[in-house]
T-cell receptor
Framework: DGGITQSPKYLFRKEGQNVTLSCEQN?????MYWYRQDPGQGLRLIYY???????QKGDIAEGYSVSREKKESFPLTVTSAQKNPTAFYLC???????????FGSGTRLTVV | AQSVTQPDIHITVSEGASLELRCNYS??????LFWYVQSPGQGLQLLLK??????LVQGIKGFEAEFKRSQSSFNLRKPSVHWSDAAEYFC???????????FGGGTRLMVKP
């Protein structure tokens, strides 16, 4: 079945470390997105990519980086510059206008 | 710029009762509108969407939503709530290219037995 796979489901990071969250899709969607979700704050856009080798900053890009070398993959790196990285991270993809996003099941990142 | 407001942060209903979750949007043209549901620790699942045509749209799990242009609203309804409907619900508005969604803050639904 087609879908979006996020891994790992749970991730623990020590302060000062960079970590990379994986997002893979086999839906042949062009656009992919990363959101951060904190309790009571809804979804906030970190980065998005409409096409391979191109990506744009969202509303809260500071302390994060991404790459889009393949259509299927859109990994997110949480760098040591992100001061409060503990959150639930969601990856999504979009086939075309009006279809709506398909979401992965998320990665919960905790700084220890 | 597009925006979405979900006025109710929490709603509690009794099982079997009807449900209406409110969503108000701001967008200059005819918007793409969506409702998503999220169970704890999970991703978001699309319930239904609207762009044009009949203003009453049917979705999965027995949900429906009505687009009211005059009120800039897209409220979600269900005639009889089941305990399994307890979750968080997000309304979203899309731009005219349909490729950038803005989400509301969400409404957490609790269902009393």
């Amino acid at each position: 079945d087609g879908g979006i796979t996020q891994s790992p489901k749970y991730l623990f990071r020590k302060e000062g470390q960079n970590v990379t969250l994986s997002c893979e899709q086999n839906l042949n969607h062009d656009a992919m997105y990363w959101y951060r979700q904190d309790p009571g704050q809804g979804l906030r856009l970190i980065y998005y990519s409409q096409i391979v080798n191109d990506f744009q900053k969202g509303d809260i890009a500071e302390g994060y980086s991404v790459s889009r070398e393949k259509k299927e993959s859109f990994p997110l790196t949480v760098t040591s510059a992100q001061k409060n990285p503990t959150a639930f991270y969601l990856c999504a993809s979009n086939p075309d206008r009006g279809a709506g996003y398909t979401f992965g099941s998320g990665t919960r990142l905790t700084v220890v | 710029a597009q925006s979405v407001t979900q006025p109710d942060i929490h709603i509690t209903v009794s099982e079997g009762a009807s449900l209406e979750l409110r969503c108000n949007y701001s967008y200059g043209a005819t918007p793409y509108l969506f409702w998503y549901v999220q169970s704890p620790g999970q991703g978001l699942q699309l319930l239904l969407k609207y762009f044009s045509g009949d203003t009453l749209v049917q979705g999965i799990k027995g949900f429906e939503a009505e687009f009211k242009r005059s009120q800039s609203s897209f409220n979600l309804r269900k005639p009889s709530v089941h305990w399994s409907d307890a979750a968080e619900y997000f309304c979203a508005v899309g731009n005219n290219a349909g490729n950038m969604l803005t989400f509301g803050g969400g409404t957490r639904l609790m269902v009393k037995p």
